[in-house]
């Protein structure tokens, strides 16, 4: 969870950075906080559902290979098959942990740039 936040915290301050001159035009014609964070929240969302998506695929083949592997050290209890019966599970908990952290990196990142 950590890493999740400061990568999505670096690829947030990065947008903030290139979008510096844009965030100060805002700022002077009067934008709101609020309007002038949206965007970075959205990237932040999206960075997090993408990451969530790339662990869901590298996630499958590993549970694969490690429940063929490691079955007869649990006691037959496979991995893989339990990943498949529970997929939606691991899913909606990937995908609101991705959405989740990469809300708070991109809150914190333009927090920390607006001095809200």
């Given at each position: 969870a950590?890493?999740?936040?400061?990568?999505?915290?670096a690829t947030v301050r990065l947008a903030i950075y290139t979008a510096k001159e844009e965030i100060s035009v805002m700022r002077l014609v009067g934008a709101s906080n609020t309007y002038i964070q949206g965007p970075f929240i959205v990237t932040g969302?999206?960075?997090g559902i993408i990451a969530a998506v790339l662990v869901l695929l590298l996630l499958w083949p590993a549970t694969w290979y490690a429940?063929?592997?490691?079955?007869?050290?649990?006691?037959?209890f496979?991995?893989?098959a339990y990943y498949s019966s529970h997929f939606v599970l691991v899913f909606s908990i990937l995908m609101?942990?991705?959405i989740g952290l990469?809300?708070?990196a991109s809150v914190l990142a333009i927090h920390r740039y607006l001095k809200v």
């Open positions: 950590i890493a999740s936040i400061l990568i999505a915290f969302v999206i960075t429940g063929i592997k490691t079955a007869g050290w649990f006691g037959g496979d991995l893989a609101l942990s991705g990469g809300a708070v």
